[in-house]
């Protein structure tokens, strides 16, 4: 099973892909561990990564779920905030589960305040929300509730569907 969990930075997608990774016992990865260092200066600097900077990045995260999909499986949290790009990562892989993780901008503001040491700037936030289109498909959760809970929820989800 390949299982990508979504979102805007803060919304929980490293903790919440971890613990799922861990009760499933699949391996985890995030897909922030992939991006060239250019691009974690560029973010580090308080400047957004445009669709250029990230293509090859989603080109090379595509052929690592297609080589995971072969193995046992992953649980990948990557923001993935436009079609197209979860059009470049789905482009290599059978079978795909998309989460997103919903939440609004003041929940995640006051969220990415409390945690440190995160080349993510807090004022990049809206930038991710003018971007992000929101899937019309795949699981959508609420992430106002705590990370175990949103974790079962999932976990419940995607074992019936």
């Not at 990557?78 to 059978?94: G, N, P």
Request: aromatic share 8%; net charge neutral; glycine share 6%.
């Amino acid at each position: 099973m390949i299982l990508v969990i979504i979102g805007v930075s803060g919304s929980g997608k490293s903790t919440i892909a971890k613990g799922i990774a861990q009760k499933l016992g699949l391996p985890f990865y995030d897909a922030d561990d992939f991006h060239p260092m250019a691009n974690i200066k560029k973010m580090a600097n308080g400047q957004p990564l445009n669709d250029a900077d990230r293509r090859p990045w989603l080109e090379s995260l595509a052929k690592n779920l297609a080589n995971w999909e072969l193995e046992k499986g992953a649980i990948l949290a990557c923001s993935a905030l436009k079609e197209s790009y979860r059009q470049t990562l789905a482009s290599k892989v059978k079978m795909i589960k998309w989460v997103y993780l919903d939440g609004d901008f003041d929940l995640i503001l006051n969220r990415m305040n409390e945690r440190k040491g995160h080349f993510m700037k807090i004022e990049m936030l809206q930038s991710q929300f003018d971007v992000l289109e929101i899937p019309n498909y795949g699981l959508h959760v609420d992430i106002s509730k705590s990370a175990e809970m949103v974790m079962d929820t999932i976990i419940k989800k995607i074992e019936i569907g």
